[in-house]
């Protein structure tokens, strides 16, 4: 249901939604008006910020609880890979020897946590300035719809100004007429 206000006369009209962009008559006052188009629904800030940091505590979880399983193997050159974390580990160290495998590195694990938050930050950035940008907007279509409405509310006053010059002007000249037609003796009758 799409609720709005007369532009002439301010009364409350409620039209269903399937009625959008057609012209009405109020029914207060009789002024045929645009029903205006339902505004898109916005999105909610603050699901998307809680989305994404539930995101990157999950994503945290899910490294670190890998890191205490013997998740990775020893390539030829020596260089570890972490398999289930999808990142290379830092490679083995002195004490640790060749061909054992070796357990993922805590600091790979907080990169890459660092990363996912970095690029989740990003887009909640661009959300937010997609938010704006719409809000502006829509912000930008009122006004252009208040000058409209200004602008149309003008030319029926200087119509209806034009009518009643116009009309008085008729008076006048009736009357014009009238006061001659007194001041003229009568004409006689044979």
């Known amino acids: 249901m799409i609720r709005f206000k007369c532009e002439r006369c301010n009364a409350p009209i409620k039209r269903p939604d399937t009625d959008a962009g057609t012209q009405v008559d109020c029914p207060t006052c009789r002024h045929t008006q645009k029903v205006p188009t339902p505004a898109p629904a916005r999105p ?26 013997d998740a990775s193997t020893t390539s030829a050159e020596g260089k570890t890979s972490a398999e ?43 959300d937010e300035q997609g938010v704006r940008a719409w809000e502006d907007t829509q912000a930008h279509q009122r006004e252009n719809e208040r000058i409209e409405r200004e602008i149309r509310l003008e030319k ?19 009357e014009e007429l009238r006061r001659k037609l007194l001041q003229q003796p009568p004409a006689e009758t044979p």
Request: charged share 30%; net charge neutral.
């Open 44 to 69: 909610n800030r603050l699901l998307i910020v809680a989305g994404a940091s539930a995101a990157v505590l999950l994503g945290a979880w899910l490294v670190w609880s890998m890191m205490g399983s």
């Open 84 to 126: 289930g974390t999808g990142a290379a580990a830092r490679p083995q160290g002195p004490d640790q020897p060749e061909g054992e495998p070796t357990k993922a590195d805590p600091r790979d694990a907080t990169d890459r946590a660092w990363a996912e938050h970095q690029k989740l930050y990003e887009q909640r950035k661009l």
């Open 156 to 174: 029926e006053r200087e119509e209806r100004a034009r009518i009643e010059f116009e009309r008085q002007q008729r008076l006048k000249e009736a």
